[in-house]
T-cell receptor, first 114, second 118 residues
Framework: GENVEQHPSTLSVQEGDSAVIKCTYSDSASNYFPWYKQELGKRPQLIIDIRSNVGEKKDQRIAVTLNKTAKHFSLHITETQPEDSAVYFCAASTSGGSNYKLTFGKGTLLTVNP | EAGVAQSPRYKIIEKRQSVAFWCNPISGHATLYWYQQILGQGPKLLIQFQNNGVVDDSQLPKDRFSAERLKGVDSTLKIQPAKLEDSAVYLC????????????????FGPGTRLTVL
């Protein structure tokens, strides 16, 4: 089955700096890669996703890049703010017939220091 | 639009007891998922329903876990008997339909049920 590795497990940055979180996946058939943000005690919320037919996607301060050859994708947050502090999860999915399954990484605890 | 609802939010039980969780997905969402999230880890899929049929339960410990979605809307997840290692947050998520039918597969999560087994 799919295996998703996520690094780093913790990341501390100063407000205004950029943050980068990287994930690798094992199944070359994976074709959908979402990123979720989970604040303490809250539900995971989708912040951005990318499909295998594009290499990069941006949404304001957030961007995701995908390298299918190397089987890795990254989340980039620019001009970080204290409210960006949370756990971020990457995930990868494959689809087969009526089923597609999300496999999550173990998460990155991002702390943005004021 | 109302989000995914779950209850209870917290549950504390003794090992070997049974427990049930309830999930109400977003209206119109055909696909429903149950995840287990152990502290410090990402969510792990336990079971996926398409309407009222199971499409993936490969990671569900079927000797103690069961789930149903009888009318294709609400779902319940049951653990009987519970073990200490079942302590986790149980997340329910829903999506409109698999990608191959609608092109939409974003999963929306509920607030979760935090289970503590003593």
């Amino acid at each position: 089955g799919e295996n998703v590795e996520q690094h780093p497990s913790t990341l501390s940055v100063q407000e205004g700096d950029s943050a980068v979180i990287k994930c690798t996946y094992s199944d070359s058939a994976s074709n959908y890669f979402p990123w979720y943000k989970q604040e303490l005690g809250k539900r995971p919320q989708l912040i951005i996703d990318i499909r295998s037919n594009v290499g990069e996607k941006k949404d304001q301060r957030i961007a995701v890049t995908l390298n299918k050859t190397a089987k890795h994708f990254s989340l980039h947050i620019t001009e970080t703010q204290p409210e960006d502090s949370a756990v971020y999860f990457c995930a990868a999915s494959t689809s087969g017939g009526s089923n597609y399954k999300l496999t999550f990484g173990k998460g990155t605890l991002l702390t943005v220091n004021p | 639009e109302a989000g995914v609802a779950q209850s209870p939010r917290y549950k504390i039980i003794e090992k070997r007891q049974s427990v049930a969780f309830w999930c109400n997905p977003i209206s119109g969402h055909a696909t429903l998922y149950w995840y287990q999230q152990i502290l410090g880890q990402g969510p792990k899929l336990l079971i996926q329903f398409q309407n009222n049929g199971v499409v993936d339960d490969s990671q569900l410990p079927k000797d103690r876990f069961s789930a149903e979605r009888l009318k294709g809307v609400d779902s319940t997840l049951k653990i009987q008997p519970a073990k200490l290692e079942d302590s986790a947050v149980y997340l329910c998520a829903s999506s409109l339909a698999p990608r191959w039918t609608s092109g939409t597969d974003t999963q929306y999560f509920g607030p979760g049920t935090r289970l503590t087994v003593l």
